[in-house]
């Protein structure tokens, strides 16, 4: 079983739609939790992070981490062509005593936003 | 300020050779990690390299390897490609290995024959 589970879709939406992106994971160390935007030929970009559990909001995009579920969200309101994109899930225990911070990604949902 | 670079963008090769993949940090970004990214798989860390030591290694075979230079660049080197290293090989630089300052660059896409 993998660390971090993420359904890879694709996901089509109308443009203006919200959309529900998620990702489960089984590590209960976890406790950074990020999103990244990838789009056709370009590397990942940082979203948003978060630490622990709650709500973050950026504008049109909420993330939310459940650690209880072990459930982390993002939620992109009056969705765009422009957000047309694979989203990485990202997770970290924190950093490590090499001085490191390992990342361990999800696979990633490819979304589409048709206008 | 210039992004990460990579070089070379697209690669073909057959089974058996070596290559090496060349990645630019941002100035002044003292990390540099390196990943496999696979439909199947997703981003697999490869490893982190750090004023020009490695820190982290994740668990790839020791095919797999890599350095940095004293100007923060770094290459990594895979021998005896096998048809399942194609995939788009993605480096990363960050100051000290923050993950929200961890900025990545196009990717070379590998593709073995």
Redesign the interface.
Known sequence: QKEVEQDPGPLSVPEGAIVSLNCTYSNSAFQYFMWYRQYSRKGPELLMYTYSSGNKEDGRFTAQVDKSSKYISLFIRDSQPSDSATYLCAMSVGMNSGGYQKVTFGTGTKLQVIP | KAG?TQTPRYLIKTRGQQVTLSCSPISGHR?V?W?QQT???????LF?Y?SETQ??KGNFPGRFSGRQFSNSRSEMNVSTLELGDSALY?C?SSL?????E??????TRLTVL
């Open positions: 990460v990390s990690s990943y439909p199947g798989q997703g981003l697999q860390f982190e750090f820190r982290n993605l990363a000290d290995g923050f993950y929200n961890q900025f990545f660059g196009p990717g």
